[in-house]
């Protein structure tokens, strides 16, 4: 059974730095498409950044967070710098079975998910 794992979440200061993992587990199975969405308390799920034909991400992101894949290990990481207070958030990692020209950003069209690991940015 295929399954998603995050871990890197945790707290910090803003202005600094955290990188998420997610580990791809149960057998050599590889997602084509793979993005990381985030939940803050109160809103709807939202795409962040992803990656598949090319890599897309949302405008709040750009210069700061940096999606990347290590095949070998089946692991995909977000390294997310110069953090804000507004990106306190539960970030889930999710994988797509197609392989788009450009990743989706909507949740719909992933088919596996993770199951999150919290973001604490404080001021």
């Known amino acids: 059974q295929v399954q998603l794992v995050e871990s890197g979440g945790g707290l910090v200061q803003a202005g600094g730095s955290l990188r998420l993992s997610c580990a791809v587990s149960?057998?050599?199975?590889?997602?084509?498409?793979m993005a990381w969405f985030r939940q803050a308390p109160g809103k709807e799920r939202e795409f962040v950044i992803g990656?598949?034909?090319?890599?897309a991400y949302v405008d709040s992101v750009k210069g700061r967070f940096t999606i990347s894949r290590d095949n070998a290990k089946n692991t995909m990481y977000l390294q997310m710098n110069s953090l804000k207070p507004g990106d306190t958030a539960v970030y889930y990692c999710?994988?797509?079975?197609?392989?788009?020209?450009?990743?989706?950003?909507?949740?719909?069209?992933?088919?596996?998910w993770g199951q999150g690991t919290q973001v604490t940015v404080s001021s």
């Open positions: 990656v598949s034909g090319t890599t």
């Open positions: 149960g057998g050599t199975f590889r997602f084509d498409g």
């Open positions: 999710a994988g797509d079975v197609h392989l788009l020209r450009v990743p989706s950003r909507l949740a719909t069209q992933y088919e596996y």
